[in-house]
């Protein structure tokens, strides 16, 4: 059974760059799409952005400019990097795997707990 | 983008009724190619990250209950809870894994009445 756990600090200051890891557990990192999702207290979920196990990346267009994503397939890791954050960050984060048939990314079947990262002074 | 839009926002249904939440999408999502449509439900419980119940848009995940059925094609799609249950409250989504960037409804909350 595929198991995904977020990882990283809980509180980032303003400005700052939050930066958090996914590591997978159960299964190989290698040929899916994984991707990060927030979700800020009581609203919906916002996709960030994915990678695949080759580094190629996709990132919405909303975060694009302060986004960045890597993967360590000899960890069995994939990490985000949010640059210059701001109290509207503050969110839980998920990572999660796009299930992955012949090459191409479909819909969200694993997902982490979450991590509740809050930006504050 | 695609803009998902749910409908109701929230919704209360007695135990053993039939619940019904809508999605419709900004642009159609049935690929046709393959004849697809590029649509998943989830569940979210309070305090639980989402759980995939549907996909392809009326494919339901191994596990699933058979009470939970999707139906709908191309912009117009529906998630049916068939007898609702006290442990289907919970907030579902839906999203379209069409193409990037990736987009979910807002949510639909459903509760017992």
């Known amino acids: 059974q595929v198991q995904l756990q977020e990882s990283g600090p809980g509180l980032v200051k303003p400005s700052e760059t939050l930066s958090l890891t996914c590591t997978v557990s159960?299964?190989?990192?290698?040929?899916?799409?994984w991707s990060w999702i927030r979700q800020p207290a009581g609203k919906g979920l916002e996709w960030i952005g994915r990678?695949?196990?080759?580094?190629?990346?996709n990132y919405n267009p909303s975060l694009k400019s302060r986004v960045t994503l890597s993967v360590d397939t000899s960890k069995n890791q994939f990490s985000l990097k949010l640059s210059s954050v701001t109290a509207a960050d503050t969110a839980v984060y998920y990572c999660?795997?796009?299930?992955?048939?012949?090459?191409?990314?479909?819909?969200?079947?694993?997902w982490g707990q979450g991590t509740l990262v809050t930006v504050s002074s | 983008d695609i803009v998902m839009t749910q409908s109701p926002d929230s919704l209360a249904v007695s135990l053993g009724e039939r619940a019904t939440i809508n999605c419709k999408s900004s642009q159609s999502v049935l690929y046709s190619s393959n004849n697809k449509n590029y649509l998943a439900w989830y569940q979210q419980r309070p305090g639980q990250p989402p759980k995939l119940l549907i996909y392809?848009?009326?494919t339901r995940e191994s596990g699933v209950p058979d009470r939970f059925s999707g139906s709908g094609s191309g912009t117009d799609f529906t998630l049916t809870i068939s007898s609702l249950q006290a442990e289907d409250v919970a907030v579902y989504y839906c999203q379209q894994y069409y193409t990037t960037p990736r987009t979910f409804g807002q949510g639909t909350k459903l509760e017992i009445k």
């Open positions: 999660a795997r796009e299930t992955t048939s012949v090459g191409s990314p479909y819909y969200f079947d694993y």
């Open positions: 990678i695949y196990t080759n580094e190629n990346t």
């Open positions: 159960g299964g190989s990192i290698s040929s899916y799409f």
């Open positions: 392809w848009a009326s």
